[in-house]
């Protein structure tokens, strides 16, 4: 059997390489042979603890509180507004209560297999230094949001991860880091990161190729359907056919699947990092997340890194430098050990409007299946999505809390 997969991002290499553990011969189609998308520019974070979805009712009440103008990382350009009104709709639904708790179940059974799938993945391609469990820290700089940010932690359910208030020692960790006051800090203890996203990409890649891969860096144009089979139209005019097509192309999903009558309401939900190779964040210490400020630092082998914001935009769009210039305020303004002002980089989380990502086999072709969307968990959810897919393609079972006719 051989199969197609389009999109080589963290999902797409996740896919390939359990699709060859099937013994299935691949094809990986990037349009780009250097990952700069959100795979490389993600803050390595393996968040097991985010079990409920983002499109929720809280979520919708605190928004405004999150805006950008009021300091916060939520964002909705003006030139985008074609793309985020009928988006921000479509999440309104899928925050009722019924709605929610559905999706919240979903994702929950998902993001459980989540470090077990990451166990067997680097285990899997001999690199085991690329994961590790020494959880997270969150931090509050004042006494109102620590209170309030402890409690809403605890109200929180948190799946399979476990936290606790930091410790003396821990407490001087985080003290040695920043020069700003800490009022309040947990530590999440079984959460993980990945040592280098950059690293893991190229490893990744290296494997899948070492065991029979191809990788074609070329732009796919188009799908088309023939006698129920699907196949793949490459820019320059190539036809290319398989056994199994498998769609994980991120944002750039929705231009392929909607042509074929699949309704794929997603969107660019672009974030921001600054990244320094110069710095005095110690090698031992996990992310931090400054709550009240909405960011996560995370030291990595290449660099330490700060991320944050979410814009719903076209994944087009000019990047907006204020975001930029504000996380180098907040670096600045937490005496962090970050040297310089940090390379920028700008990429596009996919994100459909119920939080949940597209995992399923088309109905409109026989050998036609997708898994993009993970919004803010394509690091999490990477590896154990692989094995989904893998699964799917060779029994036909596909879950159903995950298919695309749900925004039919």
Known sequence: MKAIVVGGGLVG????????????????LEAEPVRKAASYGNAGHIAIEQVEPLASAAMVKSAFKRWFALGGPLSFPAAGFREWLPFSLRLLRASAPARFAKGKAALSALIAEAMPAWKRRVSDIG?????????HFVIWETPESA???????????????RFHEVTNDEMAQLKAITKAPIAGAIRFENTGQVSDTARLLKTLEAVFVERGGVIYYKSVAALSVEGRQAFVKLKGGEILTADRVVISAGVGSKTLLEPLGHRVP??????YHIQTAQHGWPQSLPPVVFEDRSMIVTGFESGLRAASFVELN??????????????????????LPFEGEGAEWIGSRPTLPDYLPAIGKSDKADNLYYAFGHQHLGLTLGPVTGEIVAD????????????LNRFA
């Open 127 to 135: 690199a085991t230094d690329l994961l590790r469990e020494d959880g």
């Open 147 to 161: 209170a309030k940010g402890l409690a809403g932690w605890k109200a929180t359910d948190t799946g399979t991860a």
């Open 13 to 28: 290499l996740n896919i390939a390489l359990a699709l060859q553990s099937k013994n299935i011969g691949v094809i990986l």
């Open 266 to 271: 997603i969107i660019a939900e672009r974030g």
């Open 392 to 403: 799917m393609v060779t029994t036909g079972h596909a879950p159903k809390a995950f298919d």
């Open 314 to 335: 076209r994944p087009d769009a000019p990047a907006d430098a204020r975001k930029w210039q504000r996380l180098r305020g907040h670096v600045k303004a937490l005496g």
